[in-house]
């Protein structure tokens, strides 16, 4: 006597349906779930290389220069500072806040300019005072002589390019 199988057939693919539907409905990306950029300040305030910029902005007690959006921030390092023979954060912090805030604007460039993408040229900080001379030396770019160093750190407002020096004269 022949059974009949015809429902366990059904059974399997409506099974099989069920399964490939719950799959492709768990693997959808939530926009809860993503993980987002951080903000420039918080890159600061979590990376090391920076900790004199991270005294300079708690000091001040304002990051707005550093949480500009859409900007190209050129950020100097622990290193660059030392090669700029400043020591301490306290160098620059025991100057005025409307100094320390120049400081910081002259590290910004409105728009966001990957670093395929720079140009020779002199543009405007967001310190009106002075302005940021793009040049090419042999295959890398600098900005007011300072070499970029780390090209592309993309944060949630801006796009970071990490310089090796201090571009700004500071009076000690």
Known sequence: MKKNR???RWATFFLAAGLFSTILIACKENADDVVKNKAV???IYENPEFSMLKEIVVHIGKSD???TQNATIFLPTNAAFAKAKISSASTITSMSNTDIENFLNAHVLKGVVKYADLKTGT???LDSKRSLVIAKKDTAFTVNGAKIAKTDVIAANAIIQVIDS???KISK
């Open 166 to 168: 201090v571009y700004v």
């Open 65 to 67: 220069a550093l949480r």
């Open 6 to 8: 015809f429902g366990g």
């Open 41 to 43: 300040t918080d890159i």
């Open 123 to 125: 543009y405007e900080s």
